[in-house]
């Protein structure tokens, strides 16, 4: 199985290695094709990504209505297997997410993610059919190709997001905590460590659903 499969998962971080796979769009499958095809025809040479999806890109819009239903077929059946797969799936021991509150200071982002945030439009426009696994890989791929002066800017801006976050997330929990001291006694404070801890990691896993879920609406 091609490895990019697999793709939007690990781009997107942690995650229980016995959920269901992701399901595919029609144009994933095709690009999937094409590199089957590419494989057969140059076993031994590498793919040069950039090229590689800008051809795909041009081929899917060109092809007909008939030629691409042979890949929505195929993302409809995937899609189906997902949503079984899903509602068999049982989450660990308590990873159930506690609801958000909404006034919770949002979690600031990262210098990679505020590039992401700039660069991707583009890629979206000059690659309109990428799927969301080609487009993460593809930042990937610009962001590392950066000098150390062209993410200076990202990095300034996600400092200062991150210390008025600091400030902002401090007097919530300050408060939080003033509102819980009326209600009573609190947890011990090594309980509301790990409670905070674990506050962030779903911060960061639900803004990574939620850019995955953006990038999937842009897709369809």
Known sequence: MPDYQGTTVAAMGKGDPNKPRGKMSSYAYFVQTCREEHKKKHPDSSVNFAEFSKKCSERWRTMSAKEKSKF??????DKARYEREM?????PKGEKKKKKDPNAPKRPPSAFFLFCSEHRPKIKSDHPGLSI????????EMWSEQTAKDKLPFEQKAAKLKEKYEKDIAAYR???KSEAGKKGPGRP????????????????EEEEEEEEEEDEEDEE
Do not use: H
């Open 133 to 140: 696994g080609d487009t993460a890989k593809k930042l990937g």
């Open 174 to 176: 300050a408060k939080g």
């Open 72 to 77: 929505e077929d195929m993302a409809k059946g």
């Open 189 to 204: 404070a090594g309980s509301k460590k790990k409670a905070e801890a674990e506050e962030e990691e779903e911060e960061e």
């Open 87 to 91: 509602k068999n799936y049982i989450p």
